[in-house]
T-cell receptor, first 113, second 114 residues
Framework: QKEVEQNSGPLSVPEGAIASLNCTYS??????FFWYRQYSGKSPELIMF????GDKEDGRFTAQLNKASQYVSLLIRDSQPSDSATYLCAVRRPTGTASKLTFGTGTRLQVTL | KAGVTQTPRYLIKTRGQQVTLSCSPI?????VSWYQQTPGQGLQFLFEYFSETQRNKGNFPGRFSGRQFSNSRSEMNVSTLELGDSALYLC?????????????FGDGTRLSIL
């Protein structure tokens, strides 16, 4: 079982719709969760992070965390063609004073006109 | 505030050579982590440095090493390069590396091995 799992996609949504991206993780000790967006040929860009169960909203983005079910999701409202990218879920579990960020393989999102 | 700066952006090397990549973190950030990204394996953690000490290490062979200087700048070295080392190498920084601090990535160094 992979530590962080994402559906590779592509997930295709029409412009203006809600895109829902999901991520599950295996380590119950994980404490913080991050969503990064990566355009082709570019480096990952931080979109959202969440530490507590529930929802966290930032503009058109909402991160949802359910630690009991070990999943985290990202909702993108009013999807735009510029949202077309690969979305990486990352999970961090502290190990003593250090911490290691583990990434999923990413979900490719395509927003169609 | 300047972001994470990685140099060089592109490198072409041949098998058996060695290479050194450089990373300057965001000003004030003391934790630097390195990742390797390939199409097949995705983003994989190499190591993390804080206050010139390696705090965490991923599952990579000893050919991959790094260090951090007193100004928090970090270098990564790969010796005896293999074809499979062709990848995008990413550096990320955070203030102190605590679990609730997001990491911010540089633009990466794309390494190609011929």
């Amino acid at each position: 079982q992979k530590e962080v799992e994402q559906n590779s996609g592509p997930l295709s949504v029409p412009e203006g719709a809600i895109a829902s991206l999901n991520c599950t993780y295996s380590d119950r000790g994980s404490q913080s969760f991050f969503w990064y967006r990566q355009y082709s040929g570019k480096s990952p860009e931080l979109i959202m992070f969440i530490y507590s169960n529930g929802d966290k909203e930032d503009g058109r983005f909402t991160a949802q965390l359910n630690k009991a079910s070990q999943y985290v999701s990202l909702l993108i409202r009013d999807s735009q063609p510029s949202d077309s990218a690969t979305y990486l879920c990352a999970v961090r579990r502290p190990t003593g004073t250090a911490s290691k960020l583990t990434f999923g393989t990413g979900t490719r999102l395509q927003v169609t006109l | 505030k300047a972001g994470v700066t990685q140099t060089p952006r592109y490198l072409i090397k041949t098998r058996g050579q060695q290479v050194t990549l450089s990373c300057s973190p965001i000003s004030g950030h003391r934790s630097v982590s390195w990742y390797q990204q390939t199409p097949g394996q995705g983003l994989q953690f190499l190591f993390e440095y804080f206050s010139e000490t390696q705090r965490n290490k991923g599952n990579f062979p000893g050919r991959f090493s790094g260090r951090q200087f007193s100004n928090s700048r970090s270098e990564m070295n790969v010796s005896t390069l293999e074809l499979g080392d062709s990848a995008l190498y990413l550096c990320a920084s955070s203030p102190s590396g605590y679990s609730n601090q997001p990491q911010h990535f540089g633009d990466g160094t794309r390494l190609s091995i011929l």
